[in-house]
């Protein structure tokens, strides 16, 4: 496609339970981005992948967030024994490169998550 | 860490009234963007500045990367109902290994 897409667009769960969110970029992007939104907030940056490794995982807000990348391509989000407080909005986004003039990220719609 | 300083947090104004927000940081920076996220979408990229004192418009938006490389703002002239939502800034760094930060973002709203 277009743009930067990710599925579900929304998904209500339990606490406890896990959640796999999912992020697929714009073809030939080589960098990828996770963000978390809490209502009416700024963006939290969580973690991003030059290609398929993650050279910044310093914002995963604990071990029960986790995320991989494959292929250079799609990305999932991991989230597991959910707790109310990861309800947000999560963003993904992508650019060209991190740096050197190809940084600007192009961002998706988001997944609503509420854990109830 | 790098921390790019936006204000004002929100703003309430009349419609056709000009808005004026803007970013400041400790850095200097080589690449200035600005976007808007409209309620229950994710942000989108308005206007993208590369050189120093660079004025780029973009409709009735007006964007400028100041001559410092430390500060950008954006204008948006004769305001309308749809340019509500949140705005944020965004600046990169002169190193090839450093994402792009962004600015806790400007909330507009226009008063009836």
């Known amino acids: 496609g277009a743009g930067v897409s990710q599925s579900p667009s929304n998904k209500v769960t339990e606490k406890g339970k896990d959640v796999e969110l999912r992020c697929d970029p714009i073809?030939?992007?080589?960098?990828l981005y996770w963000y978390r939104q809490s209502l009416g907030q700024g963006l939290e940056f969580l973690i991003y992948?030059?290609?398929?490794?993650?050279?910044?995982k310093s914002g995963l807000p604990s071990d029960r967030f986790s995320a991989e990348r494959t292929g250079g391509s799609v990305s999932t989000l991991t989230i597991q024994r959910t707790q109310q407080e990861d309800s947000a909005v999560y963003l993904c986004?992508?650019?060209?490169?991190?740096?050197?003039?190809?940084?600007?990220?192009?961002f998706g719609p988001g997944t609503r998550l509420l854990v109830l | 860490g790098q921390q790019l300083n936006q204000s004002p947090q929100s703003m309430f104004i009349q419609e056709g009234e000009d808005v004026s927000m803007n970013c400041t940081s400790s850095?200097?920076?080589?690449?200035w963007l600005w976007y808007k996220q409209d309620p229950g979408e994710g942000p989108v990229l308005l206007i993208a500045?590369?050189?120093?004192?660079e004025l780029t418009s973009n409709g009735r938006l007006t964007a400028q990367f100041g001559i410092t490389r430390k500060d950008s703002f954006l204008n948006i002239s004769a305001s309308i109902p749809s340019d509500v939502g949140i705005y944020f800034c965004?600046?990169?760094?002169?190193?090839?290994?450093?994402?792009?930060?962004f600015g806790k973002g400007t909330r507009l709203h226009i008063l009836p």
């Open positions: 992948f030059q290609g398929n490794s993650a050279p910044d």
């Open positions: 073809s030939g992007h080589t960098a």
């Open positions: 500045l590369y050189k120093a004192g």
């Open positions: 850095s200097i920076f080589n690449t």
């Open positions: 965004a600046g990169a760094t002169m190193n090839r290994d450093d994402k792009i930060i």
């Open positions: 986004a992508s650019s060209l490169a991190v740096g050197g003039g190809g940084e600007t990220q192009y």
